[in-house]
């Protein structure tokens, strides 16, 4: 059997690359595996296709899967039958646990073999987030190698990449398609490669402990976030059915929509919007503001630079041609098309063959924990405009089911300084923005005012000023400033506490999680503890629905403070009323509400006369 060795920080390793099934020992295997109850697990597949179906679609594929122990590993290919059934039944063991560095292991395994591997996963991507949050921190495998162990990971990343622009064909030597080609055409039996692939199983498992010991503190979150991780993977696994006749039919919408616009602009200039043209034009129709321009120095016309302009002429500080104004709208049109569009490609491109998409939810993103979603950015979609939520929709027999947290940051903010005023204002039960209005400006307050009132709270609550409010309300700086300092006398404790935790270089969480604040931002420790509280009360809601009642199986989709469920359309009426019972608490003292509802079959509700083209009988199709 051909092995490797290398050593590095004075370690020794051993690679066992069996090369085909006369070199394969399936007892020497065995007796490898027995001899460590977690083994580091990692796989190297084909290069994924960024945008598309990743784990699930054709360009998906398995070439080697390695096990490692502290000093050794074995790297055995797929594709050879004897090594597949020995691959196969190590993952398939209950008893057996594995270590990996994020859920693209476990979702290949899933993708390959079928296999789900649950809660015998830990992850040391995840561990790292938990001991530094922000995201600068490198959690990279090769990064944190080198900090905790050696470089030796790298060395063999380094040669690797060396070996792929080597053996590359002349057509695919350019940027990075040395790499790509070689993910998908290097040797599996070459050595730099297997070499490669055995270390990256030896030094996640060596990770390991390291990790681990340094968590002790807080192993309570280590817990439960690794079975936070395992139930968004099965979210992932199981995949949103896209709604694909109705996701098409608003493609072409908006598509017409962004065509239209674009040609009042050519037939009024002579060119695109989109053209660089467009921007000098309308720089020459603009006074008294300058457009912000890009990094590389050309002027902007994003869609913030016209929001900005066109606030500036409305505040009478700034003055633009008939002409300009109509070209604005019209370029503004654009950029809200195009938006959209790029939404709904990303939709249909990542939908499998069975008209599923499969997004993955990064549990641990923000500082804060709060998750984000990718692949496509589902969080990004509003509750508003909810027809691009409308392309996503349940099951055939079943409906989607959402409860999320009332004002949750809000509650969480007056629970954590103890701000009578505001505890008093939450506990009588009144809308919260009307009552805070009535605080600063008495009971005939205009709607304005409870606007402006509502962005004051949450601003204030995370240590926005004057020109954060004004940008946000249009209302003028010293306006904002009155406001502000009408809300601080409302509400003093509120922002007694942000001063006071503004002091800490951590800020350590009632859950117990650990913040680093960030020395540049000290006002923005409030927000870390408020934010990262309220994402906790969420995923204890999470696991008591999951647990205790059973639901699982049942979860769709976490975003921001909702959760999503799927049910069989008969259990709607309970499930609902189970989402509101289960997730209306209180935090230290503090009502913690929230509001469940049947969503129906689409995850975004449309007036029925703008159902437009969807066929839920043949969503998939």
């Known amino acids: 059997m051909t092995d490797y060795t290398r050593t590095h920080g004075g370690h020794t390793m051993t690679i066992n ?31 994924i296709v960024k945008g598309g179906p990743g784990h699930f679609g054709p360009d998906a594929g398995v070439r080697l899967v390695q096990f490692g122990a502290p000093t050794a590993a074995w790297v055995l290919n797929p594709l050879i039958p004897e090594q597949r059934r020995a691959i196969a039944e190590v993952l398939a063991d209950e008893r057996r646990r594995f270590v990996t560095h994020t859920s693209y292991d476990v979702l290949a395994v899933w993708s390959a073999f079928g296999l789900g591997l649950g809660h015998r996963v830990i992850d040391t991507h995840l561990l790292s987030k938990l001991l530094a949050p922000d995201e600068r921190a490198g959690h990279g495998l090769k990064e944190l190698t080198g900090r905790y162990l050696d470089d030796g990971l790298k060395q063999a990343e380094t040669a690797l990449h060396a070996r792929m622009r080597e ?10 398609n040395p790499i790509d080609w070689g993910w998908n055409h290097l040797p599996a039996t070459d ?3 297997t070499v490669y692939a055995g270390l990256d199983a030896v030094y996640v498992r060596r990770l390991l402990p390291l990790l681990l010991s340094r968590c002790a503190p807080f192993s309570h979150l280590v817990r439960m976030e690794a079975w936070l991780a395992a139930q968004s993977t099965g979210i992932t696994v199981r995949g949103l059915l896209l709604d694909t006749l109705y996701t098409r039919g608003l493609l072409a919408e908006f598509r017409s929509e962004f065509d239209q616009g674009d040609q009042v602009i050519r037939q009024a200039l002579g060119f695109s919007g989109r053209s660089p043209r467009f921007a000098a034009w309308l720089e020459s129709q603009v006074d008294g503001f300058t457009l912000p321009r890009t990094e ?33 709208a019209a370029r503004q049109r654009l950029a809200a098309t195009s938006n959209t569009i790029s939404n709904l490609e990303s939709f249909l491109a990542a939908a499998d063959a069975t008209g599923r998409v499969h997004p993955q939810i990064n549990t641990l993103r923000a500082r804060t924990g709060r998750m984000s979603i990718t692949g496509p950015a589902l969080q990004t979609l509003k509750k508003h405009d909810p027809r691009l939520r409308h392309c996503f929709r349940a099951d055939p027999g079943h409906v989607l089911v ?7 940051e809000v509650r969480v903010a007056a629970a954590l300084s103890r701000d009578r005023t505001l505890m008093d204002v939450i506990a009588s039960g009144v809308d919260l923005h009307d009552a ?44 904002a400033r009155g406001v502000i300092q009408r809300w601080q006398r409302t509400y003093p404790e ?70 999503i469920v799927q049910v069989p359309e008969q259990d709607a009426e309970h499930v609902r009323d189970l989402l509101t019972k289960v997730m209306t608490s209180a935090f230290r003292g503090v009502p913690i509400a929230a509001d469940a509802e049947i969503l129906g079959t689409h995850w975004g509700r449309l007036p029925q006369e703008q159902a437009g083209p969807s066929v839920p009988e043949h969503a998939g199709a």
Not at 505 to 523: E, F, H, K, L, Q
Not at 531 to 552: F, I, K, M, N, P
């Open 402 to 408: 959402a409860c999320d947290f009332s004002q949750v």
């Open 436 to 479: 805070t209005a009535t605080l600063m400006y008495g009971p005939g307050f205009t709607k304005e005012q409870r606007t402006v009132s509502k962005r004051a709270t949450f601003g204030t609550i995370y240590g926005g000023g004057a020109k954060a409010l004004a940008a946000q309300t249009g209302v003028p700086v010293h306006v």
């Open 191 to 193: 050595e730099a490669f």
């Open 296 to 328: 590389g120095g050309q002027v902007s016309t994003s869609a913030d630079s016209l929001t900005a302009l066109q606030d500036a002429v409305t505040a009478g500080a700034a003055r633009i041609s008939e002409e300009g104004a109509a070209m604005v």
């Open 494 to 563: 509120v922002i007694r506490f942000g001063k006071d935790i503004a002091n800490a270089t951590t800020v350590i969480t009632g859950s117990g999680r650990r913040i680093p604040a960030d020395p540049d931002r000290p006002y923005a420790n409030s927000n870390y503890a408020i934010q990262s509280t309220a994402r906790d009360l969420l995923v204890a809601a999470v696991y008591e629905l999951a647990t205790t009642h059973g639901l699982a199986g049942a979860l769709w989709l976490f975003v921001h403070d909702e959760v």
């Open 167 to 176: 053996l590359a064909p002349v057509g695919s030597r350019a940027g990075n």
């Open 17 to 47: 690359a069996p090369a085909d099934a006369t070199e394969f020992d399936p007892a020497a295997f065995a007796a490898f595996a027995a001899s460590d109850l977690v083994l580091g697990l990692d796989v190297e597949t084909r290069a």
